[in-house]
């Protein structure tokens, strides 16, 4: 079956533009994170989604950070007024239900700031 | 800082020897886990080991657990070139359902 699909795969903006990064998460998946990892680094949490529940939004570094998650399923990264630091890659897992599981992880957006 | 903490950060080794990769953390745990990930992709989930866990096995994959020394260990026995990658550990506490991931290995396994 279809795994964790994110898109675009690349993306190249002039810093303080505003960029959407997409994830759609394995069907029938409720748990849906963001993460953003730089060179070299670990993976950074920005933001976790369970069902219908409050998102965990604790990792989102700056308030021009923002998600959301439409009908429990596709879920879109916003980063507004883009920053060179910005410039990482971003990546989106979910999993099957509440509770650690297993992750299963999209190949991720790399983020390119000029 | 980081919770859990991969060592050594970067491993060379030959096709057919073991590749031992080593994962130490500060707090108590309810699970750790180990990913994979190949350059330019995401990461593979390996395996989970819960805390009342000592070792668990998966084809070639050996881990093992001692909570008193709060670390993990992931031994790859006769190893490949397509093991070339990047190893995380990730680590839960207490009632978060977030794992926190470490910096990772890099092994490389030269033909």
């Known amino acids: 079956g279809a795994g964790v699909s994110q898109s675009p795969s690349n993306k190249v903006t002039e810093k303080g533009k505003d960029v959407e990064l997409r994830c759609d998460p394995i069907?029938?998946?409720?748990?849906l994170y963001w993460y953003r990892q730089s060179l070299g680094q670990g993976l950074e949490f920005l933001i976790y989604?369970?069902?219908?529940?409050?998102?965990?939004k604790s990792g989102l570094p700056s308030d021009r950070f923002s998600a959301e998650r439409t009908g429990g399923s596709v879920s879109t990264l916003t980063i507004q007024r883009t920053q060179q630091e910005d410039s990482a890659v971003y990546l989106c897992?979910?999993?099957?239900?509440?509770?650690?599981?297993?992750?299963?992880f999209g190949d991720g957006t790399r983020l390119s700031i000029l | 800082s980081q919770q859990g903490e991969e060592d050594p950060q970067a491993l060379s080794i030959q096709e057919g020897e073991n590749a031992t990769m080593n994962c130490s953390y500060k707090t108590s745990i309810n699970n750790l886990q180990w990913y994979r990930q190949n350059s330019g992709r995401g990461l593979v989930h390996l395996i989970l080991i819960r805390s009342n866990e000592r070792e668990k096995h998966s084809g070639r994959l050996r881990v093992t657990l001692d909570t008193s020394k709060k670390s993990s260990s992931l031994l790859i026995t006769a190893s490949r070139a397509a093991d070339t990658a990047s190893y995380f550990c990730?680590?839960?506490?207490?009632?978060?359902?977030?794992?926190?991931f470490g910096r990772g290995t890099s092994l490389i396994v030269h033909p």
């Open positions: 069907s029938g998946h409720t748990a």
């Open positions: 990730a680590t839960d506490v207490g009632g978060s359902y977030i794992p926190t």
């Open positions: 897992a979910s999993s099957t239900r509440q509770g650690v599981q297993p992750q299963h």
């Open positions: 989604f369970q069902g219908n529940s409050a998102p965990d």
